[in-house]
């Protein structure tokens, strides 16, 4: 492999004609993927068995998209669920990186095989479009000639009535770019150079006004592969391409430091902003690079939970209110995270602070290594941070969404932030067993521990030479408790966490580092100052698993459905959930390790469940099944990244004695309220929130979405549409939300081309959303066959059919019209 210290977001190489700054190199750099191999651990058998996952792929159907855009006979057919429903090959580019990631990190054959028959296949649809173009888009080509015509139609997930082709065609950027990055492939550089140029050509002739337009859909880091190529090539016109692909709505905000994240899809966004920073490192820009600073600190300091995740239902929500956190089944996505951890990685190289490696820590630990299924492989989409709630796991030949193309990616990439460099100086940032190869030193090194099983972590160093050791003074350690020793003598400590400890000598061959890490239990409050808890050991965020319903028998396991990736199975009233009951929040005393080599810890006597003969009254009450006896005693605490095929609790509630009883009362008529609709509830779409949407087959003519007062809305002037889904044709009732000041508004409701309602909206509901349910008409059941409903808003004269804020079909007894 290629040894470049140019590592996609992090390269220090001069582009020609950039600002003089530019040429500066960065001063902490990466070590390649290559120079890092892990040891025994949890994150060695991540990467090992995401191999395993990786090779039961078909690459055949992952490749069929490819061939059918280029007009050639594919040899398998699509794989199904988003990879033949309008987001078809997005996997595919994902794969290429994924493959390129695990050569680089484990030089495992059988992937350099896959990653050079996936590459010829690739070049063969390539050369058959013949002006380089390369996607899987069904129907692409007519599509890219209207936009370079300038016949832009955009909206938040679709261009030109295509599902975010922007979004899928950078995948294949970004997997050529990580096949010449990682493994070194002529072949891949050859091929992106010749997409970058024909996508060059589809917006040369377009305004600046119209490229901004088409960048309202969904585009991935378009910005920040195109700066990569800029990088690679030292061709100055691909940079000036990143600039107009970088989306100035989100920008200017960031640029100013004004939050305007609320209500905005987040992963939508986190691709853009790692594109600034590109941009801005390599073309010196101290406002675009600030810009990323900024965004990285308000989504981790104010909107981020105790697993590094962040988003509910894949959007941003208020700052100040995380209830949907604990409400909602659809927590943080893991894509969220993968980002995040690509800019937290390029902003310690250019400021190596230790409080970005904390966070990539709480990241990597917490949310994606427990995002694998550690038996099958399969990954996670939602991890749901409500209690006594569960997480869906994808499988090789089924569940084909983002989060398992960037899932397969993230299990190669443990070793990119172990270690660091600068000048004569190693940074020891991660305790991962593993071992370095440091060429430029001729220095091996070797890190052994079990953390979090163990505190201390033990380096071995083979080779000699002078240069500085930093090791990484954890924050998790308390001051004056981190302990070194050198070849077994002490060395006096003096620093203070969140810093590092210099160790600076003529090292010898045999030289043996080894560092005491004394962990203590903390409680982190949600960021919005509720009082909701988790519980921290050291790197980890402490679970419980519980299975609070007597012979329950969920399936863990998604399907090919669209909305697969939820999981849907009953929710748990919240009094089922053990509080913290104490007089201050200073409840979590003296925790009892329990014997064995794995961490587990005995639940603390504060956290209190009410009495059996209540809760089975409330788990009655919201049609449940009988309790299990046990649920919610003798719980024993473990890292959430070994609680798998199980209810969890991660975050737990906290009370006063004397407030108990009222604070149990509102969350269970809240809670009871939530879930008797839940339970009546067949199918629902959030409209203006992209996955929803998308799973709902959305589609339209002259169509708006947004949000007001926090909550999402789409319009139209002429029509939109959805298809619900109602199995057992069930169906009685259509619940429609609005707002109540929306005014001179007039359309029809339509079902399966039966006319449900007419609606005249003029603005009499005052400040404040409010319901209408509507009949569903028996003929509408005789015409879903399928158990699809067909579901259309349309404008009337010269008006606006919407806003509409929320739509959900239900069962219920009401007679039908």
């Known amino acids: 492999m290629k040894k470049l210290l140019l590592s996609l977001a992090l390269s220090s190489i001069a582009i020609a004609g950039c600002s003089e700054k530019s040429k500066v190199p960065v001063e902490m750099a990466p070590f390649p993927l290559d120079q890092v191999r892990l040891l025994e651990s949890p994150f060695k058998h991540a990467q090992d068995k995401n191999i395993e996952y990786i090779l039961a792929m078909d690459p055949d159907r992952l490749l069929a998209p490819y061939l059918k855009e280029a007009g050639l006979a594919p040899k398998a057919d699509n794989y199904g669920n988003w990879e033949n429903t309008g987001l078809d090959g997005h996997i595919g580019g994902h794969y290429i990186t994924a493959l390129s990631l695990a050569w680089a990190a484990t030089s495992n054959e059988q992937v350099k095989q896959r990653l050079d028959y996936m590459l010829d296949e690739l070049k063969r649809a390539q050369d058959k479009n013949g002006n380089g173009y390369l996607s899987g888009v069904p129907g692409g080509k007519a599509m890219w000639d209207e936009l370079a ?55 040369a002739n377009l305004t600046d006004e119209q490229v901004q ?4 859909s969904e585009h991935g880091g378009l910005n920040e592969v195109y700066a990569d190529v800029a990088d690679i090539t030292g061709d100055k016109k691909y940079l000036e391409i990143a600039r107009r692909l970088s989306h100035r709505e989100i920008l200017t905000p960031l640029e100013q430091h004004q939050d305007k994240l609320t209500g905005l899809h987040a992963n939508t966004q986190i691709p853009k902003v790692i594109g600034y920073k590109r941009v801005g490192d390599l073309a010196g820009d101290k406002s675009w690079q600030a810009a990323a600073a900024y965004f990285w600190n308000e989504v981790v300091e104010h909107r981020t939970v105790a697993i590094g995740g962040n988003s509910v239902r894949e959007h941003f929500h208020p700052t100040d209110d995380f209830t949907p956190m604990v409400e909602d089944v659809e927590g943080p996505e893991t894509c969220n995270t993968y980002n995040m951890l690509k800019l937290t990685r390029m902003l310690y190289l250019s400021e190596p602070q230790t409080r970005y490696v904390r966070y990539y820590e709480r990241a990597i630990y917490n949310h994606i290594l427990s995002s694998q299924n550690p038996d099958t492989g399969g990954l996670v989409y939602f991890t749901p941070m409500r209690p006594n709630h569960y997480r869906m796991y994808s499988q090789p030949q089924d569940a084909m969404w983002c989060c398992v193309g960037s899932g397969i990616e993230n299990h190669s990439k443990y070793g990119e932030m172990i270690y660091a460099h600068r000048g004569d100086a190693l ?19 070797q890190q052994e521990n079990h953390i979090p099983d163990t505190e201390s972590t033990a380096i071995t160093l083979t080779g000699s030479g002078k240069f500085t050791l930093q090791l990484r003074y954890p924050a998790w350690v308390k001051e004056g408790e981190l302990a070194i020793a050198v070849n077994g003598k002490p060395i006096t400590v003096t620093e203070t966490p969140g810093s590092y400890v210099a160790i600076e000598r003529h090292w010898q061959d045999g030289d043996r580092v080894e560092v005491h890490l004394p962990m203590h239990i903390e ?40 909305m697969g990736h939820i999981a849907s199975g009953p929710m748990c009233p919240q009094e089922l959930t053990p509080t913290f009951v104490s007089e201050s929040r200073d409840f979590l005393g003296n925790l009892e390790r329990l014997p064995g080599l794995e961490l587990r810890l005995a639940a603390p006597d504060s956290l209190q469940l009410a009495d059996m003969q209540t809760l089975q009254a409330s788990a009655s009450f919201s049609g449940l099944p009988q309790l299990n006896p046990q649920a919610g005693r003798n719980l024993e605490l473990i890292p959430f990244f070994r609680v798998h095929e199980s209810r969890y609790t991660l975050y737990w509630p906290y009370s006063t004695p004397q407030g108990l009883a009222e604070k149990q009362q509102q969350r269970e008529t809240e809670d009871r309220a939530r879930m008797a609709l839940a339970r009546q509830t067949i199918d629902k779409v959030a409209p203006g929130e992209q996955q929803p949407e998308a799973d709902h087959f959305f589609a339209g003519s002259d169509t708006e979405a947004g949000v007001h007062l926090g909550r999402h809305w789409r319009h139209t002037r002429d029509w939109f549409s959805y298809q619900l889904k109602d199995p057992e044709q069930e169906a009685h009732r259509l619940r429609i939300t609005y707002y109540g000041l929306d005014s001179g508004r007039h359309f029809r409701i339509l079902a399966n081309d039966v006319e449900i309602a007419e609606v005249e909206l003029d603005g009499s ?4 959303f409010f319901d209408v349910d509507y009949l569903v008409p028996v003929e ?3 015409k879903s066959d399928t158990g699809t409903i067909d579901l259309r808003f349309e404008a009337g004269e010269n008006s606006l059919a919407g806003g509409i804020y929320g739509v959900r079909l239900l069962r219920g007894k009401n007679e039908r019209s």
Not at 213 to 216: G, N, Q, W
Not at 431 to 443: A, D, H, R, V, Y
Request: zero cysteines; aromatic letters at 12%.
């Open 149 to 203: 015509a300038g016949n832009i139609r955009s909206d938040l997930f679709t261009l030109n009535e295509k599902w975010v082709p922007l979004y899928n065609i950078h995948k294949v950027y970004a997997g050529l770019r990580d096949a010449y990055i990682y493994a070194d492939s002529q072949h891949a550089l050859t091929m992106l150079i010749a997409l970058s140029d024909w996508s060059a050509k589809l917006i």
């Open 213 to 216: 337009l088409i960048l309202k």
């Open 427 to 445: 940074y020891v940032n991660l305790f991962i067993p593993s071992t370095l190869n440091w060429e430029q030193k001729g220095i091996q090194l």
């Open 523 to 562: 409680a982190e409050q949600l960021p919005d100052q509720s009082d909701y808890f988790a519980l921290t050991y050291g790197p980890v965020v402490l679970a419980a698993k519980t299975q609070p319903f007597a012979g329950e028998h969920l399936n863990y396991f998604a399907d090919n459905s669209r």
């Open 765 to 768: 509901g005052g400040d404040d």
């Open 780 to 782: 509408v059941l005789e």
